[in-house]
């Protein structure tokens, strides 16, 4: 982000810190928009509102960060007809207000800064898949979402084609990508926090073969008068053999769940190791001496240390 | 105001300076509250160039671009008349520095510290007490298990005049911290925080001011690790369980909504 905007507010002197432009302003915003932690994007807002006092600078800066952050954190919203969520990606993104739901076929039109979902048309032929890939989509989307529902109690997921959709038979290569979140918000617990994982699935035909790769990020935020956050991530590599709609769609799930599960192990791994080694590299529980440090004993401190003078003697 | 301090606990700790100082040039006149009541990490260590011994810098011992070492007295880069504590006073920060240093090395193994005393109205006192730790393996990590860590814990003491035998201290505490492993088969694990904490105390002067102020920091900074250790880090363990509750059902409890 821009540094400190033109050395406003400098030192304390007699003189007035130089105003900001409204241009400068709307960055500034738009950079506390867009970093927000996940599902605190509307408090955010607010104290920016209030803080900027200007509705149209902030109406600006809303309109670029918003879908920035929607996007990021894989936001999903409920489409009027009840047919389910959409989720706003950069992966079923068709423009900037409308996105592409792969379960039901459907295009969502939302308002990113009201963060709802205004409308719903059936998607056009030319924004599906064929029935070929359309077959192979829909197994995995269906298996996905079994897993999904098993393992995470807020979970939502998305199968997208990203390259190869109009194959019509055996002979191409395509590749999909798959978009898990799950959310949980307790502002009454100063609590929130996000997991996501995308994993992108390429079929290559020619060597029969899948090749996968998975970006698994979590974050965590407490602010119960203090501000703590994990951010964590983690990136794996996996494959397996190109199969039939139906054994590719259980091969591949069984690999996501095999390396979530895992890293979920890992971060309690993480968590468990903190007090007595990782923690203990910034700041010990107790000297090694296993005892309160001896406030009184400035004397001892003189002899240990061979200081003389300084020292208050006599105290 | 609110929704600036607000903005400030949600904003990542990590990117907790840029955050405040986005906020000091959108809100000008509030300069003086921001920065008297955000938490930031401490910035640098300078070297006493005439003792060879390194010191922290922050708003207590500077004036306009220099700052003071407590070891030798001296402002860095060189000043006139830059303001310099009683001899009362500095006898008391010489003292306090030599036994925080030792107080330093026992904790954190490794690390800069630097108190800063000065008079207050009504004979009265300030003293500050700054501790910065590098923890990743490059820096003082003494167990190499951390590729960035970073503890800066600023204490500031308000000391009252001594009134039959006692004086009353108020200690405002503020903890950041951030540590972060990395290999390859569990990725990047990040927590960072900021905890900011007050105490007070009426205590008898017979041990001497240095011993009542180093026994209430000591309380305070284990109290400060602890709470960080295992209610805020603690919280967020229990968020990523929640998100996905472990396969076994070794549910730990989540106080629900």
């Known amino acids: 982000m821009a540094d400190g905007g033109g050395g406003g507010g400098g030192g304390g002197g007699g003189d007035e810190p130089e105003e900001l432009s409204d241009k400068q302003k709307a960055e500034i915003a738009k950079w506390f928009l867009a970093n927000a932690p996940a599902g605190e994007i509307q408090y955010v807002a607010k104290d920016v509102r209030s803080i900027l006092g200007d509705d149209k600078i902030y109406e600006m800066a809303a309109a670029e960060a918003f879908p920035l952050h929607n996007k990021a954190h894989l936001l999903a919203l409920e489409m009027p007809d009840r047919s389910g969520d959409v989720l706003i990606t950069t992966y079923g993104e068709l423009d900037k207000i409308n996105y592409f739901d792969p379960r039901t076929a459907q295009v969502a039109t939302v308002d990113h800064v009201k963060q709802v979902c205004t409308n719903v048309r ?6 599906l898949p064929s029935p070929y890939i359309e077959d192979f989509r829909s197994t995995l989307d269906a298996e996905l979402s079994k897993y999904v529902g098993e393992t995470y109690p807020k979970g939502v997921c998305a199968v997208y084609c990203v390259s190869g959709k109009d194959a019509e038979g055996p002979g191409a290569d395509f590749e999909f990508v798959v978009v898990i979140s799950a959310v949980k918000h307790s502002p009454q617990n100063f609590c929130n926090g996000i997991w996501q994982s995308i994993w992108n699935i390429e079929f ?8 996968i790769k998975g970006k698994i990020q979590v974050g965590a935020h407490y602010f119960e008068e203090g501000n703590v956050q994990l951010d964590a991530k983690l990136e794996c590599k996996d494959s397996t053999i190109f199969q039939s709609p139906e054994d590719s769609a259980v091969s591949i799930t069984n690999i996501v769940r095999h390396h979530e599960t895992e890293y979920l192990a890992s971060l309690e791994a993480s968590y468990v190791n903190l007090p007595d080694t990782t923690f203990k590299d910034l700041r010990r529980k107790l000297p090694v001496t296993r005892t309160l440090f001896p406030w009184q004993n400035t004397m001892q401190f003189s002899l240990t240390r061979d200081i003389t003078k300084e020292m208050g003697i006599g105290k | 105001m609110e929704a600036a301090m607000d903005l ?22 509030h300069s003086a509250d921001l920065l008297s009541q955000v938490d930031l990490p401490l910035q640098q260590v300078c070297m ?17 671009d220099s700052y003071r070492s407590p070891w030798s007295n ?3 880069p060189p000043l006139e008349d830059g303001p310099l504590p009683s001899p009362q006073l500095r006898k008391l920060e010489i003292e306090a520095n030599e036994v925080f240093t030792v107080y330093r090395d026992q904790y954190y193994e490794g690390g800069v510290s630097s108190v800063y005393i000065w008079e207050d109205h009504n004979e009265s006192f300030i003293a500050c007490f700054l501790i910065k730790k590098d923890g990743s393996r490059t820096g003082h990590g003494r167990r190499g298990y951390l590729q960035e860590g970073s503890w800066d814990a600023v204490h500031v003491i308000e000391v009252g005049p001594e009134e039959e035998g006692t004086a009353h201290y108020r200690l405002t505490s503020t903890v950041m911290l ?10 990047t694990f990040n927590l960072s925080g900021s905890i900011r904490r007050q105490m007070s105390h009426d205590l008898s002067v017979a041990e001497g001011h240095l011993c009542n102020m180093g026994k209430m920091i000591e309380e305070m900074e284990g109290k400060l690790r602890n709470s960080l250790d295992q209610v805020y880090f603690g919280k967020t363990r229990e968020m990523v369980c929640t998100l996905r509750p472990p396969p076994d059902g070794i549910q ?4 629900e909504n």
């Open chain 2, 178 to 187: 951030s540590l972060t492993t990395e290999d390859k088969s569990s990725g």
């Open chain 2, 8 to 29: 400030m606990r949600r904003i990542s700790p990590k990117e907790s300076e840029t955050a405040l100082s986005a906020l000091l040039s959108l809100l000008p006149h």
């Open chain 1, 122 to 127: 059936p998607a056009n032929d030319d924004e």
């Open chain 2, 48 to 64: 006493d160039q005439q003792l060879m011994k390194e010191f922290i810098l922050c708003e207590y011992n500077r004036d306009a």
């Open chain 1, 204 to 211: 290559k035909d020619d060597l029969q073969f899948v090749e």
């Open chain 2, 252 to 255: 730990l409890r989540l106080p």
């Open chain 2, 74 to 76: 001296k402002y860095f």
